[in-house]
């Protein structure tokens, strides 16, 4: 079976939301095109139930928008392999539309690896003077693992 789906929402409520669900099928043995129609009434928790809770979090002078079980690239942090962290400076949590700004949240995390960053180039020059100066650098990151928004 092929085709595509179309979702048309026709009336939101405080709790429920009613849409039309419209699906375009091919049938394998004759090739005629038929359409699905159907209406539905959810509450609106069972919509969205897919969204996975974040937080916008401030780890070592810049801000992360972080989901549980995510893996970042962040700039050094003090510790080893296999510790834990903790990061306080918790800006915004949402968990199904429950949006709360400069929440008392707390970000866990643990540690994965110590690592160097792409080679960054920095070329300077001055035209008709024989001046070329080129630098670079490395920087240093430390790759984390969310475990927990609480």
Do not use: W
């Not at 199904?96 to 540690?111: S, Y």
Request: charge should be positive.
């Amino acid at each position: 079976m092929e085709g595509k789906c179309t979702i048309i929402i026709k009336e939101v409520d405080e709790k429920t939301c009613t849409f039309f669900y419209k699906k375009q099928c091919y049938k394998n043995t004759d090739g005629k095109l038929f359409v699905e129609k159907k209406k539905r009434t959810l509450p609106l928790r069972e919509i969205f139930k897919g969204i996975v809770m974040f937080a916008i979090v401030n780890i070592a002078g810049q801000q992360f928008k972080v989901q549980k079980d995510q893996e970042l690239f962040v700039h050094r942090l003090s510790g080893n392999a296999g510790d834990k962290v903790e990061f306080s400076d918790v800006l915004m949590t949402s968990d199904n539309n429950n949006v709360k700004l400069g929440a008392n949240a707390k970000v866990n995390a643990e540690i994965l690896d110590h690592l160097k960053g792409d080679k960054v180039l920095i070329f300077k020059k001055k035209r008709r003077k024989g001046y070329e100066k080129l630098n670079g650098h490395r920087q240093y990151l430390t790759k984390i693992r969310i475990n927990e928004i609480a």
